[in-house]
């Protein structure tokens, strides 16, 4: 009844859950992704993916100009690894996308600190902030601009401040932007040889996620299942070793529902030989939909035919468990059983299943024609249904 | 029997209350402040975290669902000082409102702003400058980068007198030295009282100061 009244609450858990398999495959993509990208630097990279993708489609300037990257500076609080980090990918974004029409100008002395005297008095400040100093040194080219981004934590969200100067007497701010990133939301992590706009990146994700999911895959499985002893005294039916090939299909996106047809082959020398047919449907039990960073467990269901000839089918066929007299008797041929039998079992089971690739499985299998055999126990009950079979499985997806 | 359905009743009622971003069960003040919550209607959530909401049953629901997104801070409340932290945290507002005040003056139009900010500490002088200056210019306005000069005379008696006096004062003698052009107008932004977050602004046009 404990049995019952767990798989009942699993299937109200799985009544309600929607099958909306994109939207379950988007959720987990999104939760991987923050889990990669929840990192402070990794936002701050997207935002100057952001910056500079969309200065390669409407370029600030009409043709390639000279710009000195002036400061970047991180959040306040954060240290100067950040700073170089942020300096280091804006420089190779822009390196890498001519279109943007920035050309990275190496000018040491727009940064610098510099000293500079006129009539009106002593002025000490960065070069770009003077350009009457860096015309005396001879830094200042002609079409010069700075570029300063200053990056700010705000709550939960990075913003990213930029502004271009033109490098003249009257220093005017020819551009400024502002981005923030939303609360949450991870970063795309973007190729920055190939930018791309957001939503194309964002379908490029799931692209890849889609090209892995084959609907047809070849499964093979290791099974061991073993019988319950019966009330009849005797031997024991030893473990049936079983080899199962077949072809498993996803019924949905999600892979939530799955369903396979195999076929078995179980051989022990002078005891049997036996072949089976199964169908069986997994449900996935531990989210909506297939996980593409842990394990998934799946509930499943199954029917088999299973054929099979030999010594230990006297289990199967009689009332009394053979004895060490009967096998002995069975293999040096004094007596003539009929040697085959075929019967049905309903099985059910869990699964935990890695990636789509390998599982492993335990179940219990009711044979429901055998119920009146004394030399078939049980290893437990579902009311009216007997469990004669515990088994295990270890498979492999092709 | 009982014991499952008390089950089911409860686990949902005790997950919510553990999710539930405000202090409470399992959930200490400290750590709600270091959430940053948004409140979403139903639309928002399903394009910006599509999946993560449930689709509703066909035969309605029967409890109200509010969603919210929540995110953990960048730099939690003790992270840095109190008083930096409350500014920057909130530095896209406060540059947005100076920017909107700047731009609401009756001569604003055709002006060249020249941004200066003056707080405790230089870095957050410097974010918080930066911050106006792009809000100004994302509003259509001229900015420069250029900062006016005062002779070291100047700036030694005004190191001495009284900020009330010490603003008008300055922006006389930028004046006098011809550090601002006719169309530049100066605007200082100053932290009044250092007990206190709020900002105050002032502009310099002409060698006039103003409280904006």
Same mark, same amino acid.
């Given at each position: 009844m404990d049995l019952a009244c767990v798989l009942a609450l699993v299937l109200l858990q799985q009544a309600d859950v929607p099958q909306g398999a994109h939207d379950a495959h988007l959720a987990q993509l999104e939760a991987l992704r923050a889990d990669v990208a929840s990192q402070l630097q990794l936002t701050a990279f997207d935002l100057l993916d952001t910056l500079v993708y969309d200065w390669t489609q409407s370029p600030i300037f009409g043709a390639p100009t000279p710009v000195v990257l002036a400061s970047v500076t991180p959040p &306040? $609080?954060? $240290?100067t690894g950040l700073q170089a980090l942020l300096e280091n990918h804006l420089a190779s974004l822009l390196v890498h996308n001519p279109r943007s029409n920035i050309t990275l100008a190496h000018c040491p002395a727009c940064t610098e600190v510099v000293v500079h005297s006129a009539k009106q008095g002593t002025v000490i400040a960065r070069g770009v902030d003077t350009p009457e100093a860096l015309a005396k040194v001879g830094a200042l080219t002609p079409g010069l601009h700075a570029l300063f981004a200053d990056f700010e934590a705000e709550g939960a969200a990075v913003v990213l401040r930029v502004r271009v100067t033109r490098v003249t007497a009257a220093l005017p701010v020819v551009y400024a932007r502002t981005l923030s990133s939303s609360v949450g939301t991870p970063a795309l992590l973007r190729d920055e040889q190939s930018l791309k706009s957001a939503g194309a990146a964002r379908q490029e994700y799931l692209d890849a996620l889609n090209q892995h999911e084959a609907r047809l895959t070849w499964v093979n499985r290791f099974a061991v299942r073993s019988f319950a002893q019966g009330e009849s005294q005797g031997i024991a039916l030893a473990p049936y070793i079983w080899l199962e090939t077949g072809f498993e299909t996803a019924f949905t996106e999600s892979r939530a529902w799955l369903g396979n047809l195999a076929v078995g082959f179980s051989w022990a020398p002078s005891l049997h030989t036996a072949f089976s047919l199964s169908a069986r449907a997994d449900r996935l039990i531990s989210g909506r939909a297939r996980s593409l960073t842990n394990p998934d467990l799946y509930l499943f269901f199954a029917g088999t035919l299973i054929s099979t000839t030999g010594l230990d089918v006297a289990a199967f066929k009689s009332t009394t468990a053979p004895t060490v007299a009967d096998l002995l008797a069975g293999a040096l041929g004094v007596t003539n059983p009929e040697l085959s039998t075929s019967f049905s079992a309903w099985k059910i089971g869990l699964e935990l299943r890695v990636k789509n690739r390998i599982h492993t499985a335990v179940f219990l299998e009711a044979l429901p024609s055998l119920n009146d055999l004394t030399t078939l126990g049980q290893f437990t009950r579902l009311g009216p249904i007997k469990f004669q079979t515990l088994g295990a499985e270890v498979g492999f997806c092709f | 029997m009982a014991a499952i359905f008390w089950l089911m009743i409860l686990v949902p009622v005790v997950w919510s209350v553990i999710t539930d971003p405000a202090p409470g069960f399992g959930r200490s003040k400290a750590a709600s402040r270091n959430l940053a919550c948004e409140q979403l209607n139903e639309d928002a959530v399903r394009r910006r975290y599509p999946g993560t909401l449930e689709e509703v049953s066909s035969r309605g629901d029967f409890v109200d669902i509010r969603t919210m997104a929540c995110g953990a801070r960048i730099m939690a409340y003790d992270e840095r000082p109190v008083r930096d932290g409350l500014l920057l945290t909130a530095l896209q507002e406060r540059a947005a409102d100076i920017a909107q005040k700047v731009i609401a003056?009756?001569? &604003? &139009? $055709?002006r060249t702003w020249l941004v200066e900010a003056f707080y405790p500490d230089p870095k957050v002088a410097t974010k918080l400058a930066f911050a106006v200056k792009a809000a100004l210019v994302e509003r259509q306005q001229k900015v420069s980068d250029r900062v006016p000069t005062l002779a070291a005379g100047d700036v030694l008696v005004l190191g001495a007198t009284p900020p009330v006096r010490a603003y008008p004062l300055a922006c006389a003698r930028y004046q006098a030295e011809g550090s601002l052009a006719a169309d530049d107008t100066l605007l200082m932004i100053t932290l009044t009282d250092p007990r206190d977050v709020t900002l105050s602004v002032g502009r310099c046009t002409a060698g006039e100061w103003q409280w904006i």
């Open positions: &306040a $609080g954060l $240290g | 003056q009756p001569d &604003a &139009a $055709g």
